[in-house]
């Protein structure tokens, strides 16, 4: 097995594995991986759904979707499709996975089927990175902060509108999104490395706890540039057969829209469900 850094802040890629079957050797090294880098990429797997569910229970028991419909047969995995003759896509702003969730999932898995020619690559970000790098006060301040996530997507049109505009996924339930807000700590206690990293995003945060939308937007629109810095950040680029499982308790993603006129498909399956802390 050969572990190779992506970037300094996070990401590695790993060759000489094939997927789901090494022995556990290699998966106490992966897991080991896993925690140091938070994100893993491994190309020229032949992954079937199955394949992708037995990889997600290494990491944790698998999780539902509340707006997209499952595979025939395998309702935790969705496929994630922008179709030719479509604008937009599917995860293109930074964020971590479901944080409206009481219990968000620990790790993300994303296959690639088809991709484009070029582009179509996924910037990740490293919060924990981003929150060591936060001045003293500003920890002592977000440490004591909570933030209420939504699935609302108030700040980028709204979820049922944004959904309206993928035709190539199994949507549903969207109009029922801003049911769906949970609380979590903004400075996020990893619950393996005990390390912290920043839980905050523009995307699902609408406002801290005990505290306005007005009062509370700048700090979270200076709080999401601050952690995409390009320091902190590392980029996948997909081919058919590459596998990504990332972080969410230590991790953004952001998949780029830049391959109008051209297919994407990919499988998510998200396990781990676990109340931040």
Same mark, same amino acid.
């Given at each position: ?56 229970a290494r990491f944790g028991e698998p999780c ?66 981003? !929150? ?5 006060? /500003? @920890? +002592? $301040?977000?440490? &004591? ?56 995003s523009r995307s699902h945060t609408i406002r ?50 830049? !391959? ?5 498909? /990919? @499988? +998510? $399956?998200?396990? &781990? ?5």
């Open positions: 097995m050969i572990i190779e850094p992506l970037a300094g802040a996070l990401g590695a890629e790993i060759r000489g594995v094939s997927l789901p079957g090494p022995d556990e050797d290699a998966w106490r090294e992966i897991r080991r991986a896993f925690l140091e880098y938070a994100v893993l990429v491994f190309r020229d797997q032949a992954l079937e759904p199955a394949d992708l569910m037995r990889v997600g539902f979707y509340p707006f997209v419909t499952g595979m025939d047969g395998y309702p935790y995995i969705f496929e994630v499709v922008k179709a030719e003759n479509e604008e937009t896509n599917f995860g293109g702003n930074w964020h971590s996975d479901t944080t409206y969730l009481e219990q968000p999932p620990l790790a993300t898995l994303l296959y690639a089927v088809e991709t484009p020619s070029r582009g179509g690559d996924t910037l990740f970000t490293s919060t924990r990175a981003a !929150y060591d790098a936060l001045s003293e006060g /500003m @920890r +002592r $301040l977000v440490d &004591g902060l909570v933030g209420v996530n939504s699935a609302g997507l108030k700040h980028g049109g709204g979820r049922s509108a944004m959904h309206k505009k993928i035709g190539g996924m199994k949507v549903r339930d969207t109009d029922t999104a801003d049911r769906y807000e949970a609380e979590h700590p903004v400075a996020r206690t990893h619950s393996e490395t005990g390390r912290k990293a920043l839980y905050v801290f706890k005990d505290m306005s939308e007005d009062e509370s937007r700048p700090l979270i629109e200076w709080l999401q540039a601050h952690q995409t810095r390009p320091e902190f950040t590392c980029r996948v680029r997909w081919a058919p057969g590459t596998l990504t499982i990332w972080d969410n308790r230590c991790t953004q993603h952001n998949a780029i829209n830049d !391959y109008h006129g051209q297919r994407r498909r /990919m @499988r +998510r $399956l998200t396990v &781990g469900a676990q109340t931040p802390r």
